[in-house]
């Protein structure tokens, strides 16, 4: 987060967070001398059995100091990692554990072994929360990239404990809870990707808030022939054809209606881009979510670049979200001019289409007395 994203959070965390539910947070529980299971996101990539990237782990860190310096006792970090059937060696947490202690090593943390090694975990069962909650005097819940997962570590286990929030959900509900209510305009949302069926839901619930939507990626062509969107939608003007889906295939720039026949539309043109990132840099508030292109191939990477260094320099409120966007922004080291930079990617866009989180929902809201 960048100075002015911390500054307006230090100065609006107690004021509303428009139509998102504010939950108790970990700052009006009392920790000192107490047991905490601390529910982290730390399903972080592995290479060769270590770290490849620790952005989630960085991202918890604020909660576990918060927690040191307020004199707990001890602390169970829970968390999944990738998708295990069952008890794999490749998923065990031991490597997250030694980069954990790396970055802030001390003797009261303790990491608990992957929950999804569990088989109960992922079913919210009642009986494997209540091994989590065994010993443990209160729960706090700062995995927002879980949040919209009922399971036993991140809703059952809320009931068993007294619960609160922790300091990234917090600001996590905060950012993106602005982007549903008054907000300075311009206000443009960016999204791309796949199909229109994924994200159809925030879509619709965007357009009720934003001045305008740019549309990339294949979803671009599916509205294009059906729009159910009432917000104005700016659609790609030209496009980078290939002839097939491969990185190498023979590609050209040709306007939206003119790519030939067999070929393939596998980023927004560079008329497109410029015009986007003109919309862009004018706007006061940003919300974007997915790649304009097939941007893993640098060659079709151009629209998505064009858009990451366009929401970089806008001066305004900027929100990203989503695995591959954000990946874009590290990629051009362009995170710390962003706003906010969110660790959810399903759990945003629910937020966003104004669901109900599991994870939020089970933990008593703001100002709620201790149990």
Same mark, same amino acid.
């Given at each position: %987060?960048?100075?002015?994203?911390?500054?307006?959070?230090?100065?609006?965390?107690?004021?509303?967070?428009?139509?998102?539910?504010?939950?108790?947070?970990?700052?009006?529980?009392?920790?000192?001398?107490?047991?905490?299971?601390?529910?982290?996101?730390?399903?972080?990539?592995?290479?060769?059995?270590?770290?490849?990237?620790?952005? @989630?782990?960085?991202?918890?860190?604020?909660? +576990?100091?918060?927690?040191?310096?307020?004199?707990?006792?001890?602390?169970?970090?829970?968390?999944?990692?990738?998708?295990?059937?069952?008890?794999?060696?490749?998923?065990?947490?031991?490597?997250?554990?030694?980069?954990?202690?790396?970055?802030?090593?001390?003797?009261?943390?303790?990491?608990?072994?992957?929950?999804?090694?569990?088989?109960?975990?992922?079913?919210?069962?009642?009986?494997?929360?209540?091994?989590?909650?065994? /010993?443990?005097?209160?729960?706090?819940?700062?995995?927002?990239?879980?949040?919209?997962?009922?399971?036993?570590?991140?809703?059952?286990?809320?009931?068993? +404990?007294?619960?609160?929030?922790?300091?990234?959900?917090?600001?996590?509900?905060? %950012?993106? /809870?602005? +982007?549903?209510?008054?907000?300075?305009?311009?206000?443009?949302?960016?999204?791309?990707?796949?199909?229109?069926?994924?994200?159809?839901?925030?879509?619709?619930?965007?357009?009720?808030?934003?001045?305008?939507?740019?549309?990339?990626?294949? %979803?671009?062509?599916?509205?294009?022939?059906?729009?159910?969107?009432?917000?104005?939608?700016?659609?790609?003007?030209?496009?980078?054809?290939?002839?097939?889906?491969?990185?190498?295939?023979?590609?050209?720039?040709? @306007?939206?209606?003119?790519?030939?026949?067999?070929?393939?539309?596998?980023?927004?043109?560079?008329?497109?881009?410029?015009?986007?990132?003109?919309?862009?840099?004018?706007?006061?508030?940003?919300?974007?979510?997915?790649?304009?292109?097939?941007?893993?191939?640098? @060659?079709?990477?151009?629209?998505?670049?064009?858009?990451?260094?366009?929401?970089?320099?806008?001066?305004?409120?900027?929100?990203? /979200?989503?695995?591959?966007?954000?990946?874009?922004?590290?990629?051009?080291?362009?995170?710390?001019?962003?706003?906010?930079?969110?660790?959810?990617?399903?759990?945003?866009?629910?937020?966003?289409?104004?669901?109900? +989180?599991?994870?939020?929902?089970?933990?008593?809201?703001?100002?709620?007395? @201790?149990?």
């Amino acid at each position: %987060m960048n100075e002015w994203a911390y500054s307006c959070w230090l100065a609006d965390l107690n004021g509303s967070l428009s139509s998102v539910r504010k939950p108790r947070s970990v700052r009006e529980a009392d920790v000192a001398g107490k047991v905490v299971l601390l529910r982290a996101d730390l399903n972080v990539p592995l290479e060769g059995g270590q770290v490849a990237d620790d952005t @989630r782990i960085r991202a918890a860190l604020p909660t +576990l100091e918060y927690l040191l310096e307020h004199d707990v006792a001890r602390i169970r970090v829970c968390s999944h990692l990738g998708r295990p059937s069952g008890e794999d060696p490749a998923f065990r947490m031991e490597p997250v554990s030694e980069h954990l202690g790396a970055l802030l090593m001390n003797e009261r943390i303790d990491v608990l072994e992957n929950t999804r090694f569990n088989p109960g975990e992922t079913d919210n069962d009642e009986g494997f929360a209540r091994e989590l909650a065994e /010993g443990c005097d209160l729960y706090v819940n700062d995995a927002f990239g879980s949040a919209h997962r009922a399971h036993s570590s991140t809703e059952a286990v809320a009931h068993l +404990l007294s619960a609160y929030a922790g300091l990234l959900l917090e600001q996590e509900l905060e %950012m993106l /809870g602005r +982007l549903l209510g008054e907000v300075e305009r311009p206000y443009i949302a960016i999204v791309g990707g796949l199909k229109v069926e994924d994200k159809l839901g925030v879509l619709e619930n965007l357009a009720e808030y934003v001045d305008t939507m740019l549309i990339g990626g294949k %979803m671009a062509e599916q509205l294009r022939e059906e729009n159910p969107l009432e917000a104005p939608v700016r659609l790609p003007v030209d496009v980078v054809a290939a002839a097939a889906f491969e990185e190498e295939a023979e590609s050209k720039v040709v @306007r939206w209606n003119e790519v030939p026949d067999g070929w393939l539309g596998l980023d927004i043109g560079p008329e497109t881009g410029e015009l986007f990132a003109e919309k862009i840099r004018s706007a006061k508030t940003v919300f974007w979510n997915g790649p304009m292109g097939v941007f893993e191939w640098e @060659r079709f990477a151009g629209g998505t670049k064009a858009v990451a260094q366009a929401v970089a320099a806008c001066e305004g409120f900027t929100v990203v /979200g989503g695995g591959d966007s954000v990946r874009a922004l590290s990629e051009l080291g362009l995170e710390e001019r962003v706003s906010w930079v969110s660790t959810g990617g399903g759990a945003s866009l629910e937020l966003l289409e104004g669901k109900e +989180l599991p994870g939020v929902a089970a933990i008593p809201v703001a100002g709620t007395r @201790r149990c």
